[in-house]
């Protein structure tokens, strides 16, 4: 479904990326752990089609088109998700309004009907049980006055109403208190299927005790230094990223 | 289509048959304005004395007045012997014959506005009798209208068949020797719509200018007057959402709005004259003055409006709280893009006790667009426990444009309560991202932010001024995004 080679980036001259290669298959979850300003958010804006960024070599596949060549919103209508590190606050536009927007833009790519508002409605109250978002999420502005948890549920809640095929979750545990971070990964395995992907970005083990990864990959100066199962995961948390950069700047200095 | 919308457009094409057909048939005069322009002014329009005094005493005082130069505008000074004060609409055989001789860009923003065909050919001026076809259903509604006691109607038709009630209110709220542009018009005005709301009726259905203003060639100076009766009851929707193509340069309005005991006026502006092209060329310099009067206790008058016309918009709809308990509101959206000017905001003036306002002002500016909010909030001494809220926010999209603030305020009761909250921001990059991340375009993006911004405006909107109003604002915005 999605494959990068070789990605390299910059951004005000500085090297973020540095040859990310990186194979997803529909129905796997890969988690990319990594210490903080080791790309990994990087790597998701750039997915996501973020234009502050530089390009400066490599490829990205998605369904075999040239993702790099597309404009955000057309990312976003074949099919891939971001769910934001800081979702930002729109004020005045209500989830649903903003939702049926993306979701009829979506469905008017694929050639799809319209839904009307009757249909749409429907189908957001079931994907709103679906991730126990309460109905009042609905109609409020977009992330306006959420708080931090609330804000990472409504991610996930529009995640599970745009049914992405490709889903990247940007460090979703950060600012979640224990409970709330079960509820968002409650959400997450409710929305994981055989045809979908999901790549979930972490600073932390923590949440991966909740959404079980088919593949750890860690992300350490713009580099994936070291890939394996969930097993991986739980060997970093115990002995921390030192333990890696150290062996990277080894293999690196090999 | 709605009932009500239905009901509006019925109702405003009978006016336009009304108002027009008979000014079909007079002429132009020459440009120029002397006190023998105002005679034939008033001649033409077969005026009774009085008014003819009336016109006169504004043009001597207008003579006397100098073009005010406080606001927040630029523009080349304009040549007032150089406009013609007085002239009909084309007739017939001036204006288009079909829509193929219509300027398809023109077709291409009615078209995304949803006007429908016909109303796109009457909006153009293409000649076509066939809209006339509703003239039964028009004076169904006039007689139901009539029924009830309520006068509405053009403002020479007042004149002529009331003459008692336009004597006794015109003037009264803005004096001929208010300002410059209203003592101009005093002088001058062609026409306008007059209104009168008699005790205890409330008015059943929104009245509305909708389609004579677009269709005026001669629009340059209207003059409305709206009289609500004791605890009587009126919604007025001004103006249309067409682009309209005007060759004419001045546009000064005067309303007049008086709201007796337990009397209530909502007045709902959707301005959208031609603003220029996209280098500031051209466009309508829309002087207006607008004021209420909450003449009675318990009285309200709002005026909401949205603007995103006009190369130039110099507009104070104002409120005088002078009965007890009276109630004034100012709800505005202003958007200036490309080279647009605006200085726009409001008055109220508390004078009786416990007098409330609440003014929420939207300014959006875009492009080169300069965007002036100037409000007035003054508390005179008998105003015992006056309160007013103050709203100002401001939006920018993109570097080149700017937005000004520009509160008074002059309290001289210790009762007083003032709140005033201001805030400017700028459309983020990120709110862009955040949206294309969900599938929607750029453009879509910014008019859904745009919207957003505006929503507690739009809410003060009748249903369907607020649909077409969002997307007036999505089209004035077209390009303003890179």
């Known amino acids: ?101 993306g979701l009829n833009a979506a469905r008017k790519h694929r050639g799809q009907e319209e839904l009307d508002a009757m249909d749409f409605l429907k189908l957001v109250k079931e994907r709103a049980k679906l991730v126990e978002i309460d109905e009042s999420f609905l109609n409020r502005s977009v992330n306006e006055g959420f708080s931090g948890g609330e804000k990472k549920r409504n991610e996930i809640f529009q995640m599970a109403v745009l049914e992405p095929k ?89 | 289509m709605p009932t009500e919308r239905k009901v509006i457009e019925e109702l405003a094409s009978k006016e336009y048959k009304y108002c027009f057909v008979t000014e079909i048939e007079t002429e132009s005069i020459p440009p120029g304005l002397n006190e023998d322009t105002i005679r034939l002014i008033s001649s033409k329009k077969n005026e009774p004395e009085f008014m003819l005094e009336w016109r006169l005493k504004a043009y001597r005082h207008w003579l006397t007045m100098k073009e005010p130069s406080w606001q927040n505008v ?39 506005l949803g006007i429908p065909l016909k109303e796109q050919e009457m909006l153009a001026g293409v000649a076509v009798d066939a809209v006339f076809d509703s003239v039964s259903v028009g004076t169904t509604f006039s007689e139901k209208l009539g029924e009830l006691g309520i006068i509405f109607g053009s403002f020479s038709e007042a004149v002529q068949e009331h003459p008692e009630l336009v004597r006794k209110w015109l003037g009264t709220v803005v004096p001929s020797t208010d300002n410059f542009f209203a003592a101009l018009n005093s002088a001058v005005f062609s026409d306008g719509s007059f209104c009168y709301i008699p005790k205890g009726v409330r008015c059943p259905m929104e009245l509305s200018t909708y389609f004579r203003i677009n269709a005026a060639n001669t629009g340059q100076f209207e003059r409305t007057l709206i009289i609500a009766d004791e605890g009587s009851y009126v919604s007025y929707l001004e103006g249309c959402t067409a682009p309209m193509r005007d060759t004419n340069q001045l546009h000064a309005a005067v309303v007049e709005l008086v709201a007796l005991d337990n009397a209530q006026i909502k007045y709902s502006t959707v301005q959208n004259w031609y603003p220029g092209d996209k280098e500031g060329k051209g466009g309508i310099y829309n002087f207006v003055t607008k004021r209420g009067k909450c003449a009675g206790v318990n009285s309200k008058i ?89 709203q100002c926010d401001s939006l920018l999209i993109g570097d080149k444009c700017g937005a000004h603030t520009f509160p008074y305020i002059e309290v001289k009761n210790p009762t007083a309560k003032m709140e005033h909250e201001a805030s400017t921001s700028k459309i983020g990059e990120d709110q862009v991202f955040y949206l294309n991340q969900r599938g929607i375009g750029t453009e879509d993006a910014v008019s859904m932010i745009v919207n957003g911004f505006c929503k507690q405006i739009f809410r003060e909107l009748p249903m369907e001024f607020a649909v077409e109003a969002q997307k007036l604002l999505s089209i004035s915005l077209e390009g303003s995004v890179g």
Request: glycine letters at 10%.
């Open chain 1, 1 to 101: 479904m999605l494959e990068i080679k070789n990605l390299r980036v910059r951004i005000a001259g500085k090297e973020i990326l540095r040859g990310i290669n990186l194979k997803v298959k529909a129905g796997e979850l890969h988690a990319i752990m990594g210490p903080n300003g080791s790309g990994k958010s990087t790597l998701a804006l750039i997915l996501a089609g973020h234009d502050s960024y530089e390009i400066t070599a490599g490829e990205v596949h998605y369904q075999g088109k040239n993702l790099l060549e597309m404009a955000p919103e057309e990312r976003a209508c074949e099919g891939l998700f971001m769910a934001f590190q800081y979702p930002i606050e729109i004020p005045g536009v209500t989830n649903l309004y903003m939702l049926k927007a």
């Open chain 1, 166 to 254: 490709l889903a990247v979750l940007d460090e979703t545990d950060s600012g979640l208190d224990i409970d709330a971070l079960k509820i968002v990964a409650k959400g997450v395995n409710a929305l994981r299927n055989k045809d979908r992907a999901i790549i979930i970005i972490t600073h932390y083990q923590r949440l991966l005790n909740y959404i079980v990864p088919d593949y750890v990959h860690v992300l350490v100066d713009g580099r994936i230094v070291r890939s394996g199962d969930k097993d991986l995961a739980v060997e970093l948390e115990a002995k921390g990223y030192n333990w890696i950069e150290s062996g990277a700047a080894a293999a690196s200095g090999s």
């Open chain 2, 74 to 112: 630029k523009y080349t000074p304009i040549d007032y012997q150089d406009i013609v004060y007085y002239s009909a609409p084309k007739s017939a055989g001036d204006g288009p014959k079909s829509l193929d001789e219509v300027d398809p860009e023109l077709l291409r923003t009615y078209e995304k």
């Open chain 2, 302 to 390: 709002s005026w909401t409006q949205v603007e995103t016309g006009s190369a130039i918009t110099w507009k104070y709809p104002s409120c005088i709280l002078l009965g007890d308990n009276s109630i004034g509101e100012f709800y505005s959206v202003a958007l200036t893009n490309n080279y647009q000017q605006a200085d726009t905001g409001t008055k109220m003036i508390h004078i009786g006790k416990n007098t409330r306002s609440t003014i929420v002002s939207k300014g959006i500016s875009a492009g080169h667009g300069q965007n002036t909010y100037r409000g007035m909030v003054k508390i005179q001494k008998g105003a015992d426990g006056a309160r007013n809220y103050s």
